[in-house]
């Protein structure tokens, strides 16, 4: 027996957050349905050792063959999620939720000639729409009584229906007002269908806009002393009032709307799409596609929005979006008719809720909800791609493409990536990524920084000469006059990520070395190591830019002797690749693994060089504050937490400054006499 199941995904796949999760068999039937405070911490139980399982729980994660999960805010919101699959899917191994008797429906047959309201456990009957499920059959039962008082349609049964049919007399409800009597033709069946649509579409999204209504037509019969109409209207607005407030099943406000998040980059898109109705999450749509033309992310959300809807599927009143298009207006109309066309009860008859409207959504719950989708769209997007990067067909056609495609003999088994990044010119730092076999080593990524610079392509030429330097014919243990790492670290060295910081005489960046006289030999074998594994040449080496860039690259290259390295430019704005000598760049298919893979490495050397920037950045302006006396690390931070950002705290004033907790005005001149200096 195996240790584990083979569709276990890696721990780093796995997101920290909250979150609900679902196994699936081979059919994409849902086995077991689960929420998590932590969902790595939860679903690393699943995926121990098979021996040391559960009987039930081995029996369970051995018939899946997937697992997936969904992030949600809250613990909160992981139960609502959790609660609501239970009941949609009726997973096997969720035992505890198997009796369906516990949890009754409301439903309405709007598929009948006469619709009539009920109370089941049945959802497969055919055009009913169904709300719930409520804990206890009283509870829907009384919902129902009120709803009857404002919205008299049918409850009979059908032999009730017929026998007063034949007999043309009403039964109890509608002599007592509680149905408007079909039955003996006191309204029409259209009339008495409309009623029940109103039923409908009040339940649905709990719509104020019939308390209005009988609001003002209980004034307008007290207006005209009718006052046993008031009465009745009073009546009606109450019973309303009292169900709205008892349906309020699970979310404290009431939303009926699609809430998309959409993560996307040049070559894919992640999209998420909650599907919220009576104010409660009732489904989950995901889906990845890669795209085959860079559009902007309003364009994306139009073809997003035709994809989601194309189908049977009617779209609710509300569509929350992380950015409108350009075209909102005609998509919104186009929404409506297929909101119309799908028989919303509501839009058929053309009333004003029936109309779709696109919002991005500012503040309050359903922002707050808005981010938890987008939340998921970019967790699908890193899972998509570390699963694609991680395939090994998928790398090994990608490997071949690129060599292929650059023209090298043999494939690029190790590719070395080259960013640089600066604060307009100042502070200027650049970084190494180091892919093998299609992976990231993170082991092996430096970081550079560069005291003195014209512009990007002296910072590229700068660099590369420091990197080549270790692969030059003869080159010896230290590489004097050019910067490079000599086993003790200074402002030109190349230095290991805090990833990489457990070797012996590794410093982490903002870390002193070892203050020991005893550590020399140690130091100078770990600097030796750190060496033994910068010399390892790569096969192709990439700067991110374009044929000024590459350029200067070359000339490194050519200035260091080293040879049997191919070069190459990846230029972001349409993702071209420019190499050394080339009036033309080397066009590759836009979904191609080959752009995928190159694209992936390159923007991980952008965001290597980003972080180290930013990290030197907030180091310099810490160490210049700390300088000042009387100023220590709790009032540093409290300064900056004050003012948000370095940039502004030196636009500051001396008052301005004194402002700050702790800050007195003395210190405060020092602070802004300081900082001007700079």
Request: net charge negative; charged share 30%.
């Amino acid at each position: 027996m195996a240790d584990t199941v083979s569709y276990r995904p890696k721990a780093g796949e796995i997101p920290t957050q909250p979150g609900v999760y679902r196994f699936r068999d081979a059919h994409r039937r849902v086995l077991y349905v689960g929420k998590a405070k932590n969902l790595r911490a939860r679903l690393s139980n699943y995926f121990a050792p098979l021996h040391n399982l559960h009987d039930r729980t081995r029996k369970m994660v051995t018939t899946a063959a997937s697992v997936e999960w969904t992030v949600v805010a809250t613990e909160f919101e992981a139960l609502q999620l959790e609660y609501t699959w239970i009941k949609e899917f009726n997973p096997p191994f969720n035992v505890q939720f198997r009796d369906d008797k516990t949890y009754p429906y409301l439903s309405v047959t709007l598929g009948e000639e006469v619709p009539r309201v009920t109370v089941t456990r049945n959802r497969n009957v055919k055009d009913a729409r169904y709300f719930g499920p409520y804990t206890k059959v009283w509870a829907i039962r009384d919902t129902v009584d009120l709803m009857l008082k404002a919205f008299p349609m049918r409850s009979c049964s059908d032999g009730v229906y017929r026998r007063a049919e034949l007999t043309g007399r009403p039964c109890l409800l509608g002599d007592i007002g509680k149905c408007a009597a079909p039955c003996v033709g006191r309204v029409t069946k259209d009339e008495h269908r409309a009623i029940a649509e109103d039923f409908v579409s009040f339940m649905a999204g709990n719509d104020s806009r019939y308390i209005r209504a009988l609001t003002e037509k209980m004034k307008a019969a007290a207006g005209t002393q009718d006052y046993e109409s008031a009465a009745r209207h009073r009546d009606a607005i109450q019973a309303l009032e009292a169900a709205m407030s008892k349906s309020a099943i699970v979310l404290p406000e009431n939303v009926d709307a699609d809430i998309f998040g959409i993560a996307h980059d040049e070559l894919a898109a992640a999209v998420q799409q909650f599907i919220v109705r009576g104010g409660r999450i009732r489904g989950v749509r995901s889906w990845v596609v890669d795209k085959e033309l860079d559009v902007d992310l309003g364009e994306l959300v139009e073809i997003v929005l035709q994809n989601a809807y194309e189908g049977d599927s009617a779209p609710p009143r509300e569509i929350l979006l992380p950015e409108l298009p350009e075209d909102a207006a005609e998509l919104e109309l186009w929404l409506t008719a297929r909101r119309q066309e799908n028989g919303d009860p509501a839009a058929s008859r053309g009333a004003l809720t029936g109309r779709v409207g696109l919002r991005v959504a500012q503040r309050g719950d359903k922002a707050a909800l808005a981010q938890t989708v987008e939340m998921n769209a970019k967790n699908a997007l890193v899972l998509y791609k570390t699963r694609r990067s991680s395939d090994f067909v998928a790398r090994s056609k990608a490997l071949g493409d690129i060599r292929n495609a650059l023209g090298m003999d043999e494939a690029p088994l190790r590719m070395e990536c080259y960013d640089v990044s600066h604060l307009s010119g100042t502070n200027i730092v650049a970084s190494m990524v180091v892919f093998e076999d299609g992976l990231p080593r993170k082991d092996q990524y430096r970081r550079f920084s560069i005291p003195e610079s014209t512009d990007d392509t002296e910072s590229i030429y700068q660099v590369i000469t420091r990197r080549l330097a270790y692969l030059r014919p003869g080159a010896s243990d230290s590489t004097e006059g050019d910067g490079t790492l000599d086993g003790t670290p200074s402002d030109g060295d190349v230095v290991i990520d805090e990833l990489d910081a457990n070797a012996l005489g590794d410093t982490a960046p903002g870390e002193e070395p070892p203050a020991s006289d005893t550590l020399d030999d140690e130091l100078a074998a770990a600097a030796e190591k750190r060496r033994a594994r910068f010399s390892y040449p790569p096969n192709l080496l990439i700067v991110d830019g374009g044929q000024p860039q590459v350029a200067a690259a070359a000339r490194a290259l050519d200035e260091s002797g080293v040879q049997g390295i191919q070069l190459a430019g990846i230029a972001k704005r349409l993702e071209e690749i420019w190499l050394p000598d080339s009036d033309f760049p080397v066009i590759l298919p836009r979904n191609s693994d080959a752009l995928f893979l190159i694209q992936r490495i390159r923007d991980e050397a952008h965001r290597f060089a980003i972080t180290y920037q930013r990290s030197r950045r907030k180091r310099d302006i810490t160490s210049v504050l700390g300088e000042i006396p009387g100023l220590g690390p709790s009032r540093v931070k409290e300064l900056l937490k004050h003012f948000g950002s370095v940039a502004q705290l030196k636009k500051a004033t001396p008052d301005e400054i004194a402002g700050v907790k702790g800050i007195g005005p003395s210190l405060a001149g020092a602070i802004h006499d300081r900082l001007g200096s700079r």
